[in-house]
């Protein structure tokens, strides 16, 4: 089509006008001068005339080639400033990145916002939490920029990052309750214990992952409360209502005296991870810096399920991944038991 526009030859031609010579030119373009022939007699096509008058000894401009590179060298400029700015902010790390996050802002995280913050001058992290039973909701809505949110994170349009805290799992109970003086108990005894649940809105695999439904062996686990938030579950099984599955590093922050905390052995360890809305073009580059001062900050072992120098969006193998163990509490594969 003559009206249309392409840019190989308008870069061609600009180039080719200060180089005076077809060989240079193709040279600082990365091209063949065969090439660099092809792109011009397409120009010249398109206005309808020569723009290059080309001998032997010499190459020179047409009085219309002369006539063309002054209009199009200041708007060539302005489009090229245009897309480096753009590109540069898209780059950009300063700023607030909203980071949300499930269970506790312990000294990981709080260790990983300040490598983040010390490695980016200008750059500043907002930390808000994330509901007990709606982890994924506040990346959906846009809330937050990034989250940390315990595993398993098996949604199609959420990316998962750096895998950290990996921790024994401790069963929250009354200090009235049977397993209260125990030194550890097995998943098993598990089937002897109303178990605390998740509410809804969070999904149905992260809910069973968090409170299985059976032992290692299959005995059912009796159902407890669903509750909403952290505070919830472990009010109802300070009150007796029930027991809950924490990881180490919580149980060890919400210590009270209403309840204990009891190793529990057979279950795979809990994890949490960094995660952020999946898009084509990958994480923003704040959302990457801050993950890999996670990475380089926690116990994780480096990211486990994304490369720390190739951050993307692309889908991930959780069971190839190496960040935990991907066999459920009931024997069915493709759910992790993790707790916060």
């Not at 315990?150 to 990996?166: H, K, N, Q, T, Y």
């Not at 922050?253 to 991870?273: D, E, I, Q």
């Not at 193998?317 to 009931?330: E, L, W």
Request: aromatic share 4%; proline share 8%; glycine share 10%.
């Amino acid at each position: 089509m003559a009206g249309s526009i392409e840019m190989r030859e308008i870069e061609a031609f600009l180039v080719l006008a200060e180089e005076l010579h077809f060989g240079r030119t193709g040279e600082r373009l990365y091209i063949s001068q065969s090439r660099v022939s092809q792109l011009l007699r397409a120009l010249e096509h398109r206005v309808g005339a020569r723009l290059v008058e080309r001998t032997s000894r010499r190459v020179r401009l047409t009085p219309l080639g002369v006539r063309l590179h002054a209009s199009l060298t200041p708007a060539y400029a302005a489009l090229r400033t245009a897309l480096d700015d753009t590109r540069a902010a898209a780059e950009d790390v300063s700023g607030t990145l909203r980071l949300g996050f499930q269970g506790s802002a312990n000294d990981q995280l709080m260790d990983a916002i300040a490598a983040f913050e010390a490695r980016h001058p200008g750059s500043a992290a907002e930390v808000g939490e994330v509901p007990f039973n709606d982890p994924f909701g506040p990346l959906r809505r846009g809330e937050v920029d990034a989250a940390i949110v315990m595993l398993p994170a098996e949604e199609p349009d959420i990316a998962v990052g750096p895998v950290f805290s990996r921790r024994r799992q401790n069963l929250a109970v009354s200090v009235r309750h049977p397993f209260a003086d125990r030194a550890s108990i097995t998943a098993e005894d598990l089937a002897s214990c109303d178990l605390i649940t998740v509410a809804e809105p969070a999904p149905g695999y992260w809910r069973r992952a968090n409170a299985p439904e059976r032992t290692p062996d299959g005995r059912p686990i009796p159902r407890g409360p669903a509750v909403r938030t952290l505070q919830e579950g472990l009010t109802s099984a300070a009150a007796g209502r029930g027991a809950m599955l924490l990881c180490e590093p919580t149980a060890e922050y919400h210590a009270r005296r209403s309840l204990v905390f009891v190793p529990v052995t057979g279950l795979p360890p809990s994890a949490l991870a960094l995660t952020w809305p999946r898009t084509g073009s990958g994480p923003s580059a704040r959302v990457a810096a801050f993950a890999r001062a996670l990475a380089d900050t926690t116990d994780g072992g480096g990211y486990g399920m994304c490369d720390p120098g190739k951050i993307t969006d692309a889908p991930v193998d959780p069971h190839a991944a190496g960040t935990a163990d991907a066999t459920a509490v009931g024997g069915r594969t493709g759910e992790t038991h993790l707790a916060p």
